[in-house]
């Protein structure tokens, strides 16, 4: 948990305590000393015996300082942590050294901290990192003291601005750069995926993801801190129809990596799933501002459609259309659905109309369980939902293309990034469009924008319709990945997840409800040790989110709208981005 | 205000970590988890998994599972009931919802290790996760699933068709209990005007339909059909309802929370008749709240206290200290645990494991297996249903539900 | 005095009267406003000015009375009264706050732009011309207030007189015959102030009316051909700036009355201004177009 | 007419307890517009509060006496609900005084899952419903209509306890020092600063009294239906918000009168409209959307304020 919150400390908030000014001019020696704090913890042993659960990682008992390079896990990260430090203290032209070494050391800290809290728990006490029994090991003491000291340098020491770096090259050469950064990105999400092991007998795989989290964050704090991400994000926005490319791309090739499996398969379609609904609430929501607590029903109403029309045994009406038939025909009954629940918004505002939505939200639901019109199954759901067919291959097997074997469920990974794609493509296009220019307004200042001559009534109707017809869509993925649809993945619950999701990644953005959707399924898949405590971190989740970053991870700078404009971005060779530090990685 | 809020953190640190001191947990024979020291784990590794919500509002019920599945396995490692492999048990949370049930039945499918799964609780979850894992041939044994349909298809009556091969369930289904229980309470209680109530959910509404079918055909006369919100606390208005219909008793097809107070609901309106439940209603809890002197209620297998093999496993999980109590289905998962652990020690037959050809021998050996579980005889039937079809009806007596008769159910 | 010969009337209204509750915010108050004129409003504060530029906008509905323009009646919903041609200002800035400056104007495009939803989604080259040409002008109109260096600002950060002018350049954009500009020199300094006159001039000589209300009497008599003075939701004076300057009945009610009458009015005007913001349904529908 | 009577009694007893809940939301709506959407958590805390001071606090001489352990039991889920609901202004509401609209409901929907998971995965077995100790004022009073309509007496006491207590709020608020602050706030949060009021304070009072009625609901409940459980806070917040909204949100008497329509809809629409028992919840759902569209002021709508 410290793991995600490290990125953005509050800079220089407190005032300084007299005593630490001292030390105003030693902040490289400071940084030095951290540094060497850092690798001398990473070579220390961490846990004084062999937990009972099994070894703890990167063979926490052990001390590597006859064998520097085989440091793994953790202890490799703070081996790059306490070297970078050394760098960056020394070679005195790198730009904003402190803030740089801040990174590094709130990332030192929370490593040490998760790893070091870890084993203290599963060993028992506090014994189990210090000494016991004649073994010692203070590892994770040396390293969090290390991150401290290069903290305090920082904190000590003047910090810099983020500097703007304006490096430009050839098209080709940047675009070969783009390239890199997107196969690193990619390699990137596996190795988070992936992080910590698999299965009953990866026992220590919270505590491995934490710390590659934690890891992670320092790591891109310091990039950041360098300037490089802020440069990086300016090569996309230079390239923005040959990025876009290249990450659908790459999220295509998501298979090809170590997180291709059929686990991961099922869990990034569900991800998709999600993420296709909440992009298409982040309509409502994010640019006509129209909270709707009741959103999952259209994803519901999407996928009992495509039950009912997929030829199951128990659907009602027992049709059997092809699947992209009835995509559309979910979707078109979702938007109808969406037009007539976002018809009170004709007369109903702000609170009141979150109000309407919870009760049409409910209706679906009570009216689902009771199997109303024998639509929905009622209790039984409508199970034995067939596989999408195409080409003959049933969706749900497993594919081989020449050399290359593809996990089960690919297809509809395949299938699921494609909707997300486009839908994105939707959203993006609609909110710099005269439409969603009027929806902005909306949700700015009703009255002014109906001064400005929009219709109101009919706008809003027209967000929900098209964001209930993504749903829409979304559900009819829904219904054949899954096989069964049953009125309980639809409820309350679920409507707030979504709408955490939107807002979690970022009201209004488009990759906002992406984000929000995948950090909300894949931290519960990855921290079971918490399950217990899943639904209470969530809500706690989401009363500090307002309070202390309401507009999400990634905030809605709101100022891109000439970018879209030009299909081909011309290189204007504009040398000062003054859009740069809005748009914070 | 940084500050302050390290400060904070600190201290909680620092409070946290004196509570533990500095001791250890260290033990003799480090790295083999509980016991087992003595017995060889040299083949590696093998996984039980589970899949049952863990957290929401039915995690009462998938927590009573998950322990009770888990001291089965801790069982079998303490006796080295597969000699060569040390067993480790993995419960997945479905949430209650079928598609992060499939998620979690595919995270397990894709571990080869995984040699059977217990679960799930829901029915609807079922649906989902029984493809999945008759993909990979991994045997699912439920405690607790109850519609007719898991196991014989579309029409569970007229035209049974087994669904998949390496589906199993310890638990009775509608077919069987409701049924049984209409027996009971037409022909050997004499009620002849019954209400029946619902709440909405697969196991009571199948189950109350099967009763009103059976009691129909025996005569009796079916006076009110009502259902109840599954998070309704009120039923005053259904029972108003039903008062002027005059019934002598009232079936109600759902679990304790509801059906407790129903029954003392039932009282406050002065309808003092008895209402009778499935193994849903059979928990202390019912009489706690709300249950009255004189309900009734069938439950699967024969009473506890003739089944040693019942009272041992109450004793067992009690002194394994689960914080959790092992609740409805918890005997259950012990026994479906168990089913897979004996199924895998036939199947293995000493040789080593291999995902590709012992998954279907433990399929197979489930198939054929001779059991006494907590919960009674277990073997199965060509569908995968329990052939343990032997059932008992209790009644509240003195506080306690105490068995009146055990019979068996025939067709 | 540059008052236009023409007599075409572009905006009239006729015994224009607002009842709320047991309060008449407006009673019987008639005028017109004449082709490529300014027309300054000024009465203390309460006097229902406001509201009369509600009810020329469609914002409420007066009680009776009515608005036309150029002869039709003016429909009752704010948006398609924008459509006709009527843009308004408001007192308090209502901007779009966290959108550019250039999207505020954009917004103020709505009406004149076409692009169907589906369009919007697809981008297709008639959404890429109709897009362009909204920004041509968008710039255009921001050069013409002098704000097109603040172009990609967002508007809540630009300073107070930008916004008032970004409000007017929005307003210009939905291509209006008739302006209304509700206090456009509010808080400026002397040299904004002339600037926003200049500014407000240029507006009629590209052949749009304007009424302006303000409380800056020197501000109205000079810049406009006539002058209507409200005084408790009354009519009082109407005439040139000269006659309305020598009008006594005008010091007495404007400038003359006690203080604590005056105070007194804007007190009961404001509660009634609010209790009509808060009776929601009963005073307006909202959208119900098409 | 035994049947028409019965219902209407039904009705009755659970329209009082939800007018109680539906106080909390109606005057903390008045004053800050919010939808405190975890009030109907509050309400839940309250009883769980109660209930575990009853089974692990006090002494077991006093829990068998219920007309001793009754009172103390009332005041203990007053004063749970009302801390939390204190806490809850404090920390997660007060910041975000001037934030966007969304945040705050968001923020609420946020408490609402922790608190109703709080108690879940804290108070001992709290997965399953909780047995209200077993002091309940048994037996009914029988009206002698047709076949006998029963009312129970604990049922009896849920009826006078909420109209006296909404009767005793409603007097504060008009006739106290302190009721004329929270409704001069309510007016206008800015002028009652200048004319002396802490507005802060005042809203931290109109927390605490929303709170403790809910925490009294709470019991009450729990005497009734003798058992309380972690859902009941959702589905009763719900129905005690329609009926706030449907008696004129911000209005005392409107919210009493609310919570009864919505009783009697609830035991009438599972008697007489089709659908029965398995449809009422929703019957009360589309009044909520109905009176919202047509007469979004409520019943006693004369404060009803939208703000943009």
Redesign the interface.
Known sequence: MTATTEKKPPAHAAPRPKGIAALKPHTTTLMVVGGVLTLLGSFLPWATFVLNKGPYPAQATLQNFTAPLASSGFRLHLVLFGIAAIVVALVKRIPARHRIARALGYGTIAVSVINGLWITVEGGGLGAITASEGSVAFGAIVALIGGIVLALASRVGDLEPVPEIGWKFNRWVEWLILLVVIVLLLLLVAAVLTSGGFGATATYAGAVFLSFLAALGGFLGALHAAGLLGWVNALFDRHRGYAVILLLVAALCLPLTSAGTEYWMTVATNIGVYAATAIGLNIVVGLAGLLDLGYVAFLGIGAFVAANLSGAAASAVGIHLPFPLVMVIAAVIAGIFGAIVGSPTLRVRGDYLAIVTLAFGEIFVRSAQNNIGGLTGGSNAIPGIPPVEAFGIGFDQALRIGPVSLPRGVLYYFLIVLLVAFVMAVFANLKYSRLGRAWIAIREDEDAARAMGIRTGPVKILAFLIGAMLAGLAGAIFAHKTATVSYESFRFLESVTLLAAVVLGGMGTIPGAVLGASILFILPEKLREFADYRLLLFGIALVLIMRYRPQGLVPDAHRRAELVEEPEPIDTGGDKPTTREAVAP | MTRRRTVAAAAILAGALALTACGTNRQEAPGTGAGGASCDTSKGTLVIGMVAPLSGGLSALGLGMRNSADLAVKQANESCAVPGYQLVFQAEDDQATPQVAGQAATKLASDDNVVGVVGTLNSSTAQTVQPILAGKSIVQVSPANTGPSLTRGEDPTGAPKRQFESYFRVSTTDLVQGPFAANYLVQKAGKKNIAVIDDGKTYGVGLANEFAKQAEKLGANIVARERVGEKDTDFNPVITKIRPLNPDAVYYGGEYPVAGPLSRQLAGQGLDIPLMGGDGIVDAKFVELGGREGDLATNVGAPTESLPSAAKFVADYKAANYPEPYSAYGAFAYDSTNVIIQALKTALAGGDYNPETTRPAIVKAVQDIKLDGAGGPISFDEYGDTTNKLLTVYTVKNGEFTPIETGTFEG | MSAPTTTSTVLAASGVTMQFGGLRALNDVSFSLNEGEIIGLIGPNGAGKTTLFNCLTGLYTPTSGTVSFRGEPLPGDPALVTETGVARTFQNIRLFPSMTAEENVLVGRHVRMKQSPLSSLLHGPGFRRSEREARERAAELLEFVGLRRVTDELARNLPYGDQRRLEIARALATEPSVLLLDEPTAGMNAAETENTRQLILKIRETGISVVVIEHDTKFIFTLCDRVLVLVQGELLVEGTPDEVRGDPRVVEAYLGAPPEQVEAQIHEAQEAEEAADHGAPGEKQLGGSS | M??LM??IV??L??GSLIGLIALGYTMVYGII?L?NFAHGEVFMVGAYGAVGTATFVLPTAVTTQWWFLLPIMIVIGALVSMVVAILMERF?YR??RN?????????A??????????V??FYP?A???I?FPSIFIPG?L?LPIG??V?I?YSGILIVVVALVLAFALNTFVEQTRLGRAMRATAQDRDVARLMGINPDRVIVLTFALGGALAGVAGVL?GNF???I????G??NG?FA?TAA?LGGIGNIRGAVVGGLAIGLI???A??YLP????????WI??V??AV??????GFFGET?????
Do not use: C, H, W
């Open positions: 035994s049947i019965s219902q039904n009705g007893i659970l517009q939808i997660a910041p975000l934030a966007p609209r969304l945040a705050p409901l968001i923020t929907l946020g408490v609402s899952v922790a608190l109703q998971e709080a879940r995965v077995e997965t399953a419903a047995p009914a029988v076949d006998g029963p129970q409940y239906y003798n058992f459980n972690i859902d009941m959702f589905q719900i918000f909204v609830k035991s009438l599972g008697q659908g029965g028992g398995a449809y009422d919840y929703v759902f589309v909520l959307i919202l569209v047509f007469r979004p002021q009803e304020r939208v703000r943009a």
